[in-house]
């Protein structure tokens, strides 16, 4: 079983509609957790994070965390075709001041977003 | 502008040559990942040091992967002899003082033949 997991895609949506990406992860002790969006042939870029059971809003990007489910998720709002992009789940399994920010990451979800 | 910068950018090689990938962190971030990204196996950590010493390289093939970090401005990763499933992606990384945001490098894309 792989420590962080997602579900591959690819995940097709229509523009302007709400794309929902999902991430388990093994470790319950786990404390922090990260979406990373990649464009293709790009380096992954940090667009959400969240340390605390409930949801974390910020612009058209919702993350929600259920550490009692080992469950994240990116939701997306009105999605653009600029959204289109491989997205990352990681998690770090220590507080970051003591692991110095190691991170274990999904296998990404493809997200393409059609006008 | 700080950023993370990787050279090559582009590597093609035969295989059995060595290849080394360099790696400026961005001043004053004492930290730096070395990842490796496949198709088949998504983003793997190989290695990451603080200031300088090595932490924790157990991602690493140790019999032909090596990683060091000579001074604070530069990170290296070298494969002798390299194979064709050596073929990927790169990436250096570094995390803010915080360790709760990573910057990646723009990474240097590996070909083995």
């Known amino acids: 079983q792989k420590e962080v997991e997602q579900n591959s895609g690819p995940l097709s949506v229509p523009e302007g509609a709400i794309a929902s990406l999902n991430c388990t992860y093994s470790d319950r002790g786990s404390q922090s957790f990260f979406w990373y969006r990649q464009y293709s042939g790009k380096s992954p870029e940090l667009i959400m994070s969240?340390?605390?059971?409930g949801d974390k809003e910020d612009g058209r990007f919702t993350a929600q965390l259920n550490k009692a489910s080992q469950y994240v998720s990116l939701l997306i709002r009105d999605s653009q075709p600029s959204d289109s992009a491989t997205y990352l789940c990681?998690?770090?399994?220590?507080?970051?001041?003591?692991?110095?920010?190691?991170?274990?990451f999904g296998q990404g979800t493809i997200l393409t977003v059609h006008p | 502008d700080a950023r993370v910068t990787q050279t090559p950018r582009h590597k093609v090689t035969e295989m059995g040559q060595e290849v080394t990938m360099r790696c400026q962190p961005i001043?004053?971030?004492?930290?730096v990942f070395w990842y490796r990204q496949t198709m088949m196996q998504g983003l793997e950590l190989l290695a990451y040091f603080r200031n300088r010493a090595p932490l924790d390289d157990s991602g690493m093939p140790k019999d032909r992967f090596s990683a060091e970090m000579p001074d604070a401005t530069l990170a290296t990763l070298k494969i002798q002899p390299s194979e064709p499933r050596d073929s990927a992606v790169y990436f250096c990384?570094?995390?803010?003082?915080?360790?709760?945001?990573?910057?990646f490098g723009p990474g240097t894309r590996l070909l083995v033949l």
């Open positions: 001043l004053g971030h004492n930290t």
């Open positions: 969240i340390y605390s059971n």
């Open positions: 990681a998690v770090n399994a220590n507080a970051g001041g003591t692991s110095y920010g190691k991170l274990t």
């Open positions: 990384a570094n995390p803010d003082e915080s360790g709760e945001t990573q910057y």
